[in-house]
């Protein structure tokens, strides 16, 4: 159940799952992301133990670890939902990625912004 979840939130960046599900799959995701940043062969092939998916590891190396990069820890937020599931009152919650594309993308345009305005005072 973990590695289908993990392999969700890989692919998917976000999932809604119930909270106690969600706190254990984020101790197992945080895990695969910290494997991401170091990168060598090694932690390649112990990723790919974990997922049993050659298309989300190298998504996971790729393209969601380097995200992280500047980030020591804490990739993976929980939202808790006001919905509550039907069949026993279990409480949902949604679990992403801390950091998306799109944020990412928009804060290194911020950043090349604010370098051309201190470039122009000078």
Not at 77 to 103: M, P, S, W
């Amino acid at each position: 159940m973990l590695r289908n979840m993990a392999a969700s939130l890989i692919e998917h960046e976000a999932l809604t799952t119930t909270v106690p599900k969600a706190k254990e799959v984020r101790r197992f995701v945080e895990r695969l992301i910290t494997l991401g940043k170091h990168g060598t062969l090694a932690h390649r092939r112990r990723a790919a133990s974990r997922l049993q998916d050659e298309r989300l590891t190298k998504k996971l190396f790729e393209e969601v670890a380097p995200r992280f990069t500047d980030r020591p820890g804490g990739y993976t937020r929980i939202i808790k939902l006001a919905k509550f599931r039907q069949g026993d009152g279990t409480q949902l919650c949604r679990l992403e990625l801390v950091e998306k594309k799109a944020e990412k993308k928009e804060k290194a345009k911020k950043k090349k912004a604010k370098k051309k305005k201190a470039k122009k005072k000078k």
